[in-house]
C-alpha cells in the first residue's frame, strides 16, 4: 500500500521544540521532492520547508522566510523517512503539519500526502 504515515506533533510550550516524522510505505522517497506544508485555523495550506530529490540538485533545502533559521527538514534514506525539526516554536507555528512527496516526469506525476499532524501550544 502506498501511503505517507506522520508522526510526531503534540503540545508544546513557546520556546520548545518537536520533530515531525514522515514514514513512506509502497515507495522510495530518493526519487520525490518533499515539502513540509501547514495550515493553521482559517488560513490556507502553506509551504514551510522543502528538499530535493536526491536525484535532482542533491537534496537541496529550501525554507519559509517565517521558519527560517528554526526549521530543518531532513531526510534518511534507509529508514524511507524525511523529517521536520522545529525549533524555537512559537504560537504562530500552531497549525496541522502535513508531508507531500512529489515526483513529475513527462510521462506522469506521483503525488501522496501524510495524514496531517497538529501541534497545539500549550499556556
Known amino acids: 500500500q502506498v501511503q505517507l504515515v506522520e508522526s510526531g506533533g503534540g503540545l508544546v510550550q513557546p520556546g520548545g521544540s518537536l520533530r515531525l516524522s514522515c514514514a513512506a510505505s509502497g515507495f522510495t522517497l530518493d526519487y520525490y521532492a518533499i515539502g513540509w506544508f501547514r495550515q493553521a485555523p482559517g488560513k490556507e495550506r502553506e509551504l514551510v520547508a522543502a528538499?530535493?530529490?536526491?536525484?535532482?540538485?542533491?537534496?537541496?533545502?529550501n525554507y519559509a522566510d517565517s521558519v527560517k533559521g528554526r526549521f530543518t527538514i531532513s531526510r534518511d534514506n534507509a529508514k524511507n523517512t524525511v523529517y521536520l525539526q522545529m525549533n524555537s516554536l512559537t504560537p504562530e507555528d500552531t497549525a496541522v503539519y502535513y508531508c507531500n512527496a512529489l515526483r513529475a516526469t513527462v510521462f506522469r506525476q506521483d503525488d501522496y500526502w501524510g495524514q496531517g499532524s497538529q501541534v497545539t501550544f500549550s499556556s
Open positions: 528538499i530535493s530529490a536526491i536525484s535532482s540538485a542533491g537534496g537541496a533545502t
